[in-house]
Nanobody, 123 residues
Framework: QLQLVESGGGLVQPGGSLRLSCALS????????IGWFRQAPGKGREEVSC????????NYADSVKGRFTISRDNAKNTVYLQMNSLKPEDSAIYYC????????????????WGQGTQVTVSS
């Protein structure tokens, strides 16, 4: 089915910015809602954000509202996560995945995942 590959992670100072990319390939590229998740050492997986395929639905976790922005460029088959004002607690491996993305706050994995990209926020 769909293949997902994350990129754009790295080391950044507190207050800095990164843009993550989720490149999509395979069948039905424009038909999937895509979500971002993260997992830090010793913690469970956390839902971060999602964007629907066509109905305009976008959800954010309360912890990232006002700082992160999700978008998609269907012509490039890519979903982005722009991360601003980064904090040390944002450090994690970030994954993209196919999801159900529905109001008011549902971000539910559907089974296709990327391999993850490491984000480290530290001085």
């Amino acid at each position: 089915q769909l293949q997902l590959v994350e990129s754009g992670g790295g080391l950044v100072q507190p207050g800095g910015s990164l843009r993550l990319s989720c490149a999509l390939s395979g069948l039905g590229l424009g038909l999937y809602a895509i979500g971002w998740f993260r997992q830090a050492p010793g913690k469970g997986r956390e839902e971060v954000s999602c964007i629907s395929s066509s109905d305009g639905t976008i959800n954010y976790a309360d912890s990232v509202k006002g700082r992160f922005t999700i978008s998609r460029d269907n012509a490039k088959n890519t979903v982005y996560l722009q991360m601003n004002s980064l904090k040390p607690e944002d450090s994690a491996i970030y994954y993209c995945a196919t999801v159900i993305c529905a109001k008011p706050n549902l971000i539910l994995p559907r089974g296709s995942w990327g391999q993850g990209t490491q984000v480290t926020v530290s001085s």
